[in-house]
């Protein structure tokens, strides 16, 4: 079972989303669009073995210490991890307060503290993004420098700030949130509800 640590994309123009990843599949570009209900910024891939409950308290009291995760969700389109071999389109994360690569450096650091393997092949290379679609063939460069002149989403930027990162399970495509995992500090009023 895939399980990953990410922030659901609260996009309020889930619509105009949805219509720019219908005209993708109507073009001839060999991409399996993203349901946008899935839509979510990965923060770590764990893989096929979920933190137990021990593990997502020690997270839990780590991640107060960063308070809302802010970033901008361009509608900048790039091809990831890479043009010259494209896996995914994706919508480009500006992370200029840099609280998502926080975010991910306290889980890599509490799960090596338990031991659990991280299975996130770009574990040194964070590139926060919003995947649009999977590639779903051999893209020649050329193709991809293509997709890339002809591909547009027309969605304002937008600026969000989560107060939470989920570990989800993504089984079989379907996404199940495990455990909701509170960024923000408990006040005394939380501690007593």
């Known amino acids: 079972m895939p399980y990953f640590f990410g922030i659901k994309t609260p996009l309020t123009n889930i619509e105009d989303l949805a219509k720019a990843l ?3 599949e109507r073009c001839y570009i060999p991409i399996e669009v993203a349901v946008p209900d899935s839509l979510h910024v990965t923060v770590l891939y764990v893989g096929r073995r979920a933190p137990k409950n021990d593990v997502i308290y020690k997270i839990s009291g780590e991640l107060t210490k960063i308070g809302k995760i802010i970033f901008k969700i361009t509608n900048k389109v790039e ?3 890479s043009t010259a071999k494209p896996r995914a389109l994706v919508l480009k994360i500006d992370d200029r307060y840099g609280k998502l690569r926080e975010a991910r450096r306290i889980l890599i650091n509490i799960l090596k503290q338990y031991n659990i393997p991280i ?6 290379d964070f590139n926060p993004h919003i995947t649009l679609g999977r590639i779903r063939s051999k893209l020649t460069y050329r193709d991809a420098i293509e997709i890339l002149e002809n591909v547009s989403i027309n969605i304002p930027e937008m600026t969000v700030e989560a107060s939470y990162v989920e570990l989800i399970d993504s089984t079989g495509g379907s996404y199940k949130v495990i455990s909701r995992i509170s960024t923000l500090p408990q ?5 007593t509800l």
């Open 187 to 191: 006040t005394q009023d939380q501690d």
């Open 22 to 24: 219908q005209e993708l």
């Open 79 to 81: 091809l990831y991890p």
């Open 119 to 124: 299975e996130d092949r770009f574990i040194h």
